[in-house]
């Protein structure tokens, strides 16, 4: 992900700004889950101090791919969030051999596995 952002930087402040990406989320019984908050390296255009090249994670532990809320922060106050996708929204890859196991330590599996011929005459166990 690189991103490049104007912003008005104040006459009364040399300092840079901030650049936060913020993970949307989910909630899920009255709790708020996955909560995740990045500041994100960035360059300053040498041609133009009020541009920025924003950088994306250094990884996927930092901030997983998906949808995430990018923030600029001035002096303390945080600008109206764009909404961005880190990633290029592929899915992960599959490990079938993961899925195997998963599948094969369910309860369903073990009660069809214990039956004689696997659960009954052509059935299938997956």
Known sequence: MRISLLHDQPETDDSLPLVALMDLGFVTHSIHMNSRLVYLDFDVSPDSPDRLTVHSPPS??????????????????????????????????????????????????????????????GDEVM
């Open 60 to 121: 996927s532990g930092i901030y997983p791919p998906g949808p995430g809320w990018l923030f600029l922060v001035v002096e303390d106050t945080w600008s109206v969030a764009r909404q961005v996708k880190v990633g290029d929204g592929s899915s992960p890859p599959e490990d079938p051999a993961a899925t195997a196991n998963v599948l094969g330590h369910t309860a369903l599996a073990k009660n069809l596995l214990a039956q004689p011929n696997g659960g009954g005459e």
